[in-house]
């Protein structure tokens, strides 16, 4: 079985070090890129795309097609050894941020389709 350590940092049930598999570790990766806002790591100041500050943006056709185009950009600098991003599809509602990635997992080639939110009620 690949496992990888969970971010953050965890202790599991057992009180050894929490552990995801190779699926849920990439999932955590994403969501990192995702809702890092750029500057917020000293020593990747460049790293994430910030979509938190994007949640009270007004909506509008072209703000929906900036965000997917920053999102997609964003998943294949820092991710694009490990994924290939096939869509990207961004809903804002109210103060509700919504953003559903379609990958394929490089490693064995499977889909995967995972939706981010931040913001309002889940």
Known sequence: MDTRLHFPYQFDGRGTTRTDGADAWI???????????????????????????LVFAPNSPELAATTQFLVHGALQQWLGDLITVEAVTVDAVDARLAVTVQYVVRR???????????????
């Open 108 to 122: 064995d080639e499977s889909r995967q389709l995972a939706t981010f939110q931040r913001g309002g009620e889940a």
């Open 27 to 53: 999932r955590g990766l994403i969501e990192q890129v995702l809702f890092t806002a750029p500057g917020e790591r000293v020593m990747r100041p460049d790293f994430g795309c910030g979509l938190r500050e």
